[in-house]
């Protein structure tokens, strides 16, 4: 303090200047913890993606709200369930439909082991098993009877030949028969057994046929089929919903592609309550939005799908956001997430587990089912 000078002014600028540099000081300091909590924010941001990395690459990929994570904000008291509501566990019984081959059991000498009486028929006790019959294959042989006139063998000077047609096929001078045919393309499409597979489970008996003969069979009776798939779309096409996903898929040899690159795998199907169910696949080269815009083109109605923006390009069209895909990007935060107590991700999961439940109810049933709107009514809005 002895060393401030005396005069006022020269005090005036000091408290001036000592004033600028508070500011200065205010302004860098605000600025450093504007940069402190940017920081923050993508250090807590990296964490919750190395967690979720994490979680996708070493943990279960189970979906499953861990139990009792909102116990403690339950105030009613849980109900014992009825009857009708549990489950049934145990084995099933197979088919009523099923071919059954009985098997009788029956004692050479039915005698009494006590004092050697005959024994009387009281009953009969039965059990069942599976009887697996490998796949059988034969040859179809062909013999067609041919006819000459004997009048004209006489009277002309060349006979003609009139021969038997036999049944047509769906690909001419093929080797294969319609219940080869059915065989190969339910083995591949619906039990997802490859054609090279097919190929060996073949060769085993005895039967020499290439993958590339395979697949011409499935390429010539998917254009066969076409007219089903075009009548099948056009009652999608009146459906109220329409429910539409994609997916990655590889094909290998594509033109103007390379072998590594990604093709996508259209799927639309009509909602789940109908009387006619229709699925439906389209095979695209690309994402793009004109591929669901050919497809879907002219439809009006509401579209269930995961909100990808290719959806957005048709008109006429009511979106709809598909639950499962939402609970996953809960599920995902969820992972992600470095703090273990319940927060708006599981408050969010807990919600939508709910509404699965009043959904879950009603499956089965054929009417009243508008009953349940009045149930999730208050979940919902």
Same mark, same amino acid.
């Given at each position: 303090?002895?060393?401030?000078?005396?005069?006022?002014?020269?005090?005036?600028?000091?408290?001036?200047?000592?004033?600028?540099?508070?500011?200065?000081?205010?302004?860098?300091?605000?600025?450093?913890?504007?940069?402190?909590?940017?920081?923050?924010?993508?250090?807590?941001?990296?964490?919750?993606?190395?967690?979720?990395?994490?979680?996708?690459?070493?943990?279960?990929?189970? $979906?499953?709200?861990?139990?009792?994570?909102?116990?403690?904000?339950?105030?009613?008291?849980?109900?014992?369930?009825?009857?009708?509501?549990?489950?049934?566990?145990?084995?099933?019984?197979?088919?009523?439909?099923?071919?059954?081959?009985?098997?009788?059991?029956?004692?050479?000498?039915?005698?009494?082991?006590?004092?050697?009486?005959?024994?009387?028929?009281?009953?009969? #006790? %039965?059990?069942? $098993?599976?009887?697996?019959?490998?796949?059988?294959?034969?040859?179809?042989?062909?013999?067609?009877?041919?006819?000459?006139?004997?009048?004209?063998?006489?009277?002309?000077?060349?006979?003609?030949?009139? %021969?038997?047609?036999?049944?047509?096929?769906?690909?001419?001078?093929?080797?294969?028969?319609? *219940?080869?045919?059915?065989?190969?393309?339910?083995?591949?499409?619906?039990?997802?057994?490859?054609?090279?597979?097919?190929?060996?489970?073949?060769?085993?008996?005895?039967?020499?046929?290439?993958?590339?003969?395979?697949?011409?069979?499935?390429?010539?009776?998917?254009?066969?089929?076409?007219?089903?798939?075009?009548?099948?779309?056009?009652?999608?096409?009146?459906?109220?919903?329409?429910?539409?996903? #994609?997916?990655?898929?590889?094909?290998?040899? $594509?033109?103007?592609?390379?072998?590594?690159?990604?093709?996508?795998?259209?799927?639309?199907?009509?909602?789940?309550?109908?009387?006619?169910?229709?699925?439906?696949? *389209?095979?695209?080269?690309?994402?793009?939005?004109?591929?669901?815009?050919?497809?879907?083109?002219?439809?009006?109605?509401?579209?269930?799908?995961?909100?990808?923006?290719?959806?957005?390009?048709?008109?006429?069209?009511?979106?709809?956001?598909?639950?499962?895909?939402?609970?996953?990007?809960? %599920?995902?935060?969820?992972?992600?997430?470095?703090?273990?107590?319940?927060?708006?991700?599981?408050?969010?999961?807990?919600?939508?587990?709910?509404?699965?439940?009043?959904?879950?109810?009603?499956?089965?049933?054929?009417?009243?089912?508008?009953?349940?709107?009045?149930?999730?009514?208050?979940?919902?809005?």
């Amino acid at each position: 303090m002895t060393d401030l000078p005396d005069d006022i002014d020269q005090l005036k600028a000091m408290l001036l200047e000592l004033h600028q540099q508070n500011e200065a000081k205010d302004k860098l300091l605000a600025a450093k913890q504007e940069e402190v909590a940017e920081l923050k924010t993508k250090i807590e941001l990296l964490i919750e993606q190395l967690n979720l990395s994490k979680s996708k690459r070493f943990s279960s990929q189970s $979906e499953k709200i861990p139990k009792g994570t909102f116990n403690e904000a339950e105030q009613q008291k849980s109900t014992a369930k009825s009857d009708d509501d549990k489950k049934k566990t145990g084995r099933k019984p197979f088919p009523k439909e099923l071919e059954r081959e009985v098997h009788k059991h029956e004692l050479n000498a039915p005698y009494c082991d006590c004092c050697d009486e005959p024994l009387h028929q009281c009953g009969v #006790e %039965t059990s069942e $098993e599976l009887k697996i019959i490998p796949q059988k294959v034969s040859v179809i042989r062909h013999e067609r009877t041919k006819y000459a006139c004997r009048q004209c063998e006489k009277t002309q000077t060349e006979t003609k030949i009139i %021969t038997a047609p036999k049944p047509a096929s769906m690909i001419p001078k093929s080797l294969g028969s319609a *219940d080869a045919f059915a065989a190969v393309v339910t083995a591949k499409y619906v039990d997802a057994l490859p054609l090279y597979r097919q190929v060996d489970i073949l060769n085993r008996s005895g039967i020499d046929i290439s993958r590339a003969t395979l697949a011409n069979w499935c390429v010539q009776l998917g254009s066969k089929v076409q007219v089903i798939i075009d009548a099948m779309k056009s009652e999608l096409l009146k459906e109220k919903l329409i429910c539409a996903d #994609e997916t990655t898929v590889q094909v290998l040899r $594509e033109e103007d592609k390379k072998a590594q690159s990604k093709s996508y795998m259209w799927v639309y199907r009509s909602g789940e309550f109908v009387n006619n169910p229709v699925v439906i696949y *389209d095979y695209q080269a690309s994402r793009r939005a004109e591929c669901v815009q050919d497809f879907l083109g002219g439809y009006s109605g509401y579209l269930l799908s995961d909100g990808y923006s290719a959806y957005d390009k048709l008109e006429d069209v009511t979106q709809a956001a598909c639950m499962a895909h939402v609970r996953r990007k809960f %599920t995902d935060a969820q992972k992600a997430s470095p703090s273990k107590k319940a927060g708006k991700p599981e408050k969010a999961l807990n919600f939508i587990s709910k509404l699965y439940g009043l959904e879950k109810k009603p499956k089965g049933l054929t009417q009243n089912l508008d009953t349940n709107y009045d149930k999730k009514k208050p979940n919902l809005f």
